[in-house]
T-cell receptor, first 112, second 112 residues
Framework: NAGVTQTPKFQVLKTGQSMTLQCAQD?????MSWYRQDPGMGLRLIHY???????DQGEVPNGYNVSRSTTEDFPLRLLSAAPSQTSVYFC???????????FGEGSWLTVV | QQPVQSPQAVILREGEDAVINCSSSKALYSVHWYRQKHGEAPVFLMILLKGGEQKGHEKISASFNEKKQQSSLYLTASQLSYSGTYFC?????????????FGTGTLLAVQP
């Protein structure tokens, strides 16, 4: 059982480049979300989705886009990478609100 | 707005007890507790869904005071394996459901 799978695990980008962090879950979960984690800041919600075709902004959405065309996939796009986006990114999913949230293993992104 | 966790850090000897608090400025629908080891994804501990609810998991338990908009995590007879950063996550009434916001974390170090 794969759970929540994120790719890539490590990535170095140059300022201004764009890229997509992939997230897939095989648990048929309706709820998916993206968090970034920076030292001393905890986990901050970037975007989330309550089902295919439905997305909404979290606490820190600027500079990121998401889409949810299928239940399984929830990619996060960095439109024009900035050094401030250097962080660890976690994708997460849960069946419904108030249920256990399962995290992917994380993606370490460095923007130089 | 992020829930506030206290203390920010705590150092224990094996066998000692600790309490980690989580408070919110908003009325809470649910409180989640997670533990994260360095370099790893957060791992689910428990969810509290009702005001006054208490839950236990081995020697780790939690309470939820809906009226005070607070939750506390209790670690008794701590073990070395309890070391890590503990996060509370909250879902609030009045906003979108499924929007889980995490606190900044409490670093727990258990020493032999």
């Amino acid at each position: 059982n794969a759970g929540v799978t994120q790719t890539p695990k490590f990535q170095v980008l140059k300022t201004g480049q764009s890229m997509t962090l992939q997230c897939a879950q095989d648990m048929n979960h309706e709820y998916m979300s993206w968090y970034r984690q920076d030292p001393g800041m905890g986990l901050r919600l970037i975007h989330y989705s309550v089902g295919a075709g439905i997305t909404d902004q979290g606490e820190v959405p600027n500079g990121y886009n998401v889409s949810r065309s299928t239940t399984e996939d929830f990619p996060l796009r960095l439109l024009s990478a900035a050094p401030s986006q250097t962080s660890v990114y976690f994708c997460a999913s849960s069946r419904v609100s108030g249920n256990t949230i399962y995290f992917g293993e994380g993606s370490w992104l460095t923007v130089v | 707005q992020q829930p506030v966790q206290s203390p920010q850090a705590v150092i224990l000897r094996e066998g000692e007890d600790a309490v980690i608090n989580c408070s919110s400025s908003k009325a809470l629908y649910s409180v989640h507790w997670y533990r994260q080891k360095h370099g790893e994804a957060p791992v689910f501990l428990m969810i509290l869904l009702k005001g006054g609810e208490q839950k236990g998991h081995e020697k780790i338990s939690a309470s939820f005071n809906e009226k005070k908009q607070q939750s506390s995590l209790y670690l008794t007879a701590s073990q070395l394996s309890y070391s890590g950063t503990y996060f509370c996550g909250t879902e609030s009434y009045g906003g979108a459901t499924n929007k889980l916001i995490f606190g900044t974390g409490t670093l727990l170090a258990v020493q032999p």
